[in-house]
């Protein structure tokens, strides 16, 4: 039943840069793990973790998978990204992470399963829009049983979606 379902954009923001620090000690978080934002400890185990497995888009040229595999060496964060209520537009608690490499798998599979993880015990399905959901959900099954740091409930159904913006840069094949 759609009474039980969270509907979820996914999505990402190359112009929050954030440089190295040149004293790293005197850097102050901010929102750590209030919020939106996710604890930046648990993520960064998550990371040195996590499997970066390169992508390249197989349907057309995203630049959103394409930019994962380029080199950003002077930036401690390229970007930000996270899961936002579709229906209403705010962000989800606890799911705003950072890109320390363009839009990575593994940053996105922490958000999302973040996301999935608030107010969802009665939830039985889930419909993430997200605008390159033909490459990121081939992995995503895998990406999670290899992770102590991702969960996502058994019984969850994932509906993929990709937005109209995006949807015209897609092959018929990619559903």
Known sequence: ?????????????????HMHAANPIDEVPLMDGCSFMISDGKYRVHLALAKDTAQW??????????????????LEATGISGCACARHGCFVLHAMVDFQKGERQMNMDYALCEALKHNASSIQRALTCYDVNCQYHKFLKDEVADSPYLQIQEQLEIVLGIGLWHVHGHQDSCY
């Open 1 to 17: 039943s759609w009474l039980y379902s969270r509907s979820l954009v996914m999505d990402g923001n190359f112009k929050a840069e």
């Open 57 to 74: 888009s197989e349907c057309n040229n995203h630049c959103t998978v394409n930019q994962a595999n380029a080199s950003h060496h002077r």
